[in-house]
């Protein structure tokens, strides 16, 4: 990924992912190369789920889902608005189990996500988004992704940022919205309380803007999910690194999932839906071909969700 030409972008914070389509295009691009091409079975049409769909997924033969910016590997949406990773390889299964066409709109923000959600304009998240027992409040959640929350740094760790404890007077970028923006927040006043200087906290649309923002030198650090923080380091090597690998960071177990309105009846027929996926081999498939094994959770769970510490 070339952040040259779009250094210049990262100059102001919550930026929406829409001026990136380039960026997004390329990306997008490295995955259908570098994911090997692992065979992914073709689902059977499961007569009892579909049976079991909300009327209205039933007669229009579609189910809606809100896509949230870009998350590579997960997904990116390309300038012709297809999704590719492993959320594409996802929807086609659960489309064919639940005999549907998955339909997915790109939405820039998590919040706006979420809203479209209770709103009703959008039947599911297929995601994966973090679990948290306050998103619970309005919203379920169909867990199959176990997460991690690192630091992307700059080439050496030359400001030497290994954890939470080093992020004091530092400009650390992250998600709008999400739950590594309420933990660096929530350690920035730890460090005021010691004594020490903030953090200073820069919170972008988009995960693409957030890396940039470290690699063009507005932000020390990029706080975020390990899955997608590899991926833009992999991209990045001569000038990105991870840091705090293998560490809590302010964190309990962090489960990621397919979000829906709450009690929607649509839930648990995704529940089961993953629970076919898991068995007959798909969603090992799946993660293991886009480089995600070390993300995969032992067994899909509604609202496994735990707070941060």
Same mark, same amino acid.
């Given at each position: 990924?070339?952040?040259?030409?779009?250094?210049?972008?990262?100059?102001?914070?919550?930026?929406?992912?829409?001026?990136?389509?380039?960026?997004?295009?390329?990306?997008?691009?490295?995955?259908?190369?570098?994911?090997?091409?692992?065979?992914?079975?073709?689902? $059977?049409?499961?007569?009892?789920?579909?049976?079991?769909?909300?009327?209205?997924?039933?007669?229009?033969?579609?189910? /809606?889902?809100?896509?949230?910016?870009?998350?590579?590997?997960?997904?990116?949406?390309?300038?012709?608005?297809?999704?590719?990773?492993?959320?594409?390889?996802?929807?086609?299964?659960?489309?064919?189990?639940?005999?549907?066409?998955?339909?997915?709109?790109?939405?820039?923000?998590?919040?706006?996500?979420?809203?479209?959600?209770?709103?009703?304009?959008?039947?599911?998240?297929?995601?994966?988004?973090?679990?948290?027992?306050?998103?619970?409040?309005?919203?379920?959640?169909?867990?199959?992704?176990?997460?991690?929350?690192?630091? #992307?740094?700059?080439?050496?760790?030359?400001?030497?940022?290994?954890?939470?404890?080093?992020?004091?007077?530092?400009?650390?970028?992250?998600?709008?919205?999400?739950?590594?923006?309420?933990?660096?927040? $929530?350690?920035?006043?730890?460090?005021?309380?010691?004594?020490?200087?903030?953090?200073?906290?820069?919170?972008?649309?988009?995960?693409?803007?957030?890396?940039?923002?470290?690699?063009?030198? /507005?932000?020390?650090?990029?706080?975020?999910?390990?899955?997608?923080?590899?991926?833009?380091?992999?991209?990045?090597?001569?000038?990105?690194?991870?840091?705090?690998?293998?560490?809590?960071?302010?964190?309990?177990?962090?489960?990621?999932?397919?979000?829906?309105?709450?009690?929607? #009846?649509?839930?648990?027929?995704?529940?089961?839906?993953?629970?076919?996926?898991?068995?007959?081999?798909?969603?090992?498939?799946?993660?293991? $071909?886009?480089?995600?094994?070390?993300?995969?959770?032992?067994?899909?769970?509604?609202?496994?969700?735990?707070?941060?510490?």
């Amino acid at each position: 990924m070339n952040f040259k030409k779009l250094a210049v972008a990262a100059a102001s914070p919550r930026l929406s992912v829409q001026p990136f389509r380039n960026v997004v295009a390329a990306a997008a691009l490295s995955f259908a190369f570098s994911a090997f091409a692992a065979g992914i079975p073709a689902q $059977k049409l499961d007569k009892s789920l579909h049976a079991k769909l909300p009327a209205s997924i039933q007669k229009s033969g579609v189910l /809606r889902d809100a896509v949230n910016g870009s998350f590579p590997p997960y997904y990116v949406v390309t300038p012709e608005k297809k999704i590719q990773g492993a959320l594409s390889d996802f929807s086609k299964a659960l489309g064919e189990i639940l005999g549907v066409r998955v339909e997915h709109t790109n939405i820039p923000s998590l919040s706006g996500t979420l809203i479209g959600l209770q709103s009703g304009r959008y039947d599911i998240s297929i995601g994966p988004i973090g679990d948290f027992p306050n998103r619970e409040e309005k919203n379920d959640f169909v867990d199959y992704v176990q997460e991690y929350v690192v630091f #992307a740094v700059k080439k050496g760790n030359p400001l030497k940022i290994n954890g939470l404890e080093d992020t004091c007077g530092r400009r650390i970028s992250v998600m709008a919205g999400g739950s590594a923006e309420r933990v660096i927040k $929530k350690q920035s006043d730890a460090c005021v309380k010691a004594g020490k200087k903030p953090v200073t906290v820069l919170s972008y649309d988009g995960q693409t803007t957030s890396a940039l923002a470290v690699r063009s030198g /507005r932000a020390d650090a990029f706080f975020s999910s390990q899955a997608p923080l590899t991926y833009f380091v992999s991209q990045n090597k001569a000038y990105l690194e991870l840091a705090a690998v293998g560490k809590k960071n302010g964190f309990n177990d962090l489960y990621q999932g397919a979000v829906l309105p709450k009690n929607s #009846a649509l839930t648990p027929v995704v529940l089961e839906a993953f629970k076919i996926m898991y068995k007959n081999g798909t969603y090992k498939a799946i993660m293991e $071909k886009w480089g995600l094994g070390r993300n995969m959770a032992a067994h899909p769970g509604k609202n496994m969700g735990i707070d941060v510490k």
